[in-house]
């Protein structure tokens, strides 16, 4: 998904909500992240560009996109590792328009987090 008004992490939403559905609705972070580097043939190559820190920056964006799905209610984590898709998330059916849409429903917190979290790093 390469639309300018939503964040790059966002492709993941529809690869997590779709993988945790094919584990039952929960899974190892571990699991989920295999099975969307999987599914989207992410090559050698990809998996070896990090990111800022020492994290691969797909798997960055994976986080991202799961943070995101939390503070929307998408997906809970019952257990440090776990990923489990709450009832909302169960129900949930996502195309890349609706991501568009979500994503412009909850800007307002989500840059507002991210420049609280910005500041606090600077301190």
């Not at 909500?17 to 190559?45: C, M, N, P, T, Y």
């Not at 809970?76 to 994503?103: A, R």
């Amino acid at each position: 998904m390469d639309n300018p008004k939503v964040p790059q992490h966002l492709r993941y939403i529809i690869p997590i909500v779709d993988a945790l559905k094919e584990l039952g609705g929960s899974g190892r972070a571990s699991e989920v992240i295999d099975s969307i580097v999987e599914k989207l043939g992410v090559s050698e190559q990809e998996l070896l560009v990090i990111s800022k820190k020492v994290r691969p920056k797909i798997q960055k964006q994976i986080y991202w996109a799961k943070f995101f799905l939390a503070k929307t209610g998408y997906l809970s984590s019952p257990k440090w590792g776990v990923w489990k898709l709450t009832e909302k998330g169960l129900k949930s059916d996502f195309s890349t328009e609706d991501l568009v849409d979500i994503h412009q429903q909850n800007k307002e917190w989500w840059y507002s987090w991210f420049n609280a979290s910005a500041e606090i790093k600077e301190k």
